[in-house]
């Protein structure tokens, strides 16, 4: 099996019958190049959590995903409103959503805790009022054992 | 505990068919997808009561291994086809969260809090 991939997944802001598709999509490519269950699971939930932020917050995301024998790495760049306070964003339970998102079972103000907890490293930058670009990387060096929990 | 014991213990209707012997080990019980996605363990079943698509994507990224619907509610048969899709056994009961918690702790069903693994 190879074990180099990359693709990219377009997102569109508040298509709610969509989202989670990139993230379905991308744990079948990291299943098929036959990863260990917990580093597609990590990999996974952060990728779902960071693409639920695009669609609910922003206009329109791009997420780009490489994998090397190293490690997995996705970029999630969107054009949306931005992150006003990152520090204050990473709080568990701090969120702006809107209600109807709650009802749907997200915006409780864990997703980027979240996807801390699954990753080894990640990077926010973000503008407010023109988006935000969120990085993750899980590393695959130690068979991705363990993790950062 | 199977899925064949679960559906007789809850009185449960089968959506999406998938082999019934399959065995849930724990359960996680949540309306908030956000928090399946932060503290549910794999190979898990789902309790809840939302049933919209984005359940089923949460169950998918989670590695859940079957969701139950409580108080009857049934998701649209768009969401039921993605369950399909992504062969997560969809089950529908009548019973209410709590006692559909409680039904299955009480046959043995635990949490991965309270039994390990």
Same mark, same amino acid.
């Given at each position: 099996?190879? &074990?180099?991939?990359?693709?990219?997944?377009?997102?569109?802001?508040?298509?709610?019958?969509?989202?989670?598709?990139?993230?379905?999509?991308?744990?079948?490519?990291?299943?098929?190049? !036959?990863?260990?269950?917990?580093?597609?699971?990590?990999?996974?939930?952060?990728?779902?959590?960071?693409?639920? &932020?695009?669609?609910?917050?922003?206009?329109? !995301?791009?997420?780009?995903?490489?994998?090397?024998?190293?490690?997995?790495?996705?970029?999630?760049?969107?054009?949306?409103?931005?992150?006003?306070?990152?520090?204050?964003?990473?709080?568990?339970?701090?969120?702006?959503?809107?209600?109807?998102?709650?009802?749907?079972?997200?915006?409780?103000?864990?997703?980027?805790?979240?996807?801390?907890? &699954?990753?080894?490293?990640?990077?926010?930058?973000?503008?407010?009022?023109?988006?935000?670009?969120?990085?993750?990387?899980?590393?695959?060096?130690?068979?991705?054992?363990?993790?950062?929990? | 505990?199977?899925?064949?014991?679960?559906?007789?213990?809850?009185?449960?209707?089968?959506?999406?068919?998938?082999?019934? #012997?399959?065995?849930?080990?724990?359960?996680?019980?949540?309306?908030?997808?956000? *928090?399946?996605?932060?503290?549910?363990?794999?190979?898990?079943?789902?309790?809840? *009561?939302?049933? *919209?698509?984005?359940?089923?994507?949460?169950?998918?990224?989670? #590695?859940?291994?079957?969701?139950?619907?409580?108080?009857?509610?049934?998701?649209?048969?768009?969401?039921?086809?993605?369950?399909?899709?992504?062969?997560?056994?969809?089950?529908?009961?009548?019973?209410?969260?709590? #006692?559909?918690?409680?039904?299955?702790?009480?046959?043995?069903?635990?949490? #991965?809090?309270?039994?390990?693994?």
């Amino acid at each position: 099996m190879d &074990n180099n991939a990359e693709g990219t997944f377009f997102l569109t802001g508040k298509d709610f019958s969509r989202a989670g598709t990139a993230s379905g999509s991308l744990k079948k490519v990291l299943e098929n190049m !036959g990863l260990p269950s917990n580093v597609i699971r990590r990999a996974s939930i952060a990728a779902f959590e960071a693409e639920m &932020n695009a669609i609910i917050y922003a206009v329109a !995301g791009i997420m780009h995903y490489y994998v090397t024998p190293e490690m997995i790495r996705v970029v999630l760049q969107d054009m949306g409103q931005g992150i006003a306070n990152i520090e204050l964003a990473m709080t568990e339970g701090f969120t702006t959503a809107p209600d109807y998102i709650r009802e749907m079972g997200f915006g409780s103000g864990m997703g980027l805790p979240n996807i801390k907890k &699954n990753v080894d490293k990640l990077t926010i930058s973000s503008v407010a009022g023109e988006g935000t670009t969120l990085e993750f990387l899980i590393n695959l060096d130690k068979t991705g054992e363990g993790g950062p929990e | 505990m199977t899925l064949r014991e679960i559906i007789t213990i809850l009185s449960a209707e089968i959506l999406s068919p998938k082999d019934l #012997d399959v065995i849930v080990e724990m359960a996680y019980c949540a309306d908030l997808m956000s *928090n399946v996605l932060s503290y549910s363990v794999p190979n898990a079943l789902l309790i809840t *009561n939302l049933t *919209n698509a984005q359940v089923i994507r949460t169950a998918d990224v989670a #590695d859940m291994e079957a969701i139950v619907f409580c108080r009857g509610k049934r998701p649209d048969p768009d969401t039921i086809a993605l369950a399909a899709r992504k062969a997560i056994p969809l089950l529908v009961t009548s019973l209410s969260m709590f #006692d559909t918690c409680g039904r299955l702790y009480e046959k043995g069903l635990r949490s #991965d809090a309270v039994s390990g693994k």
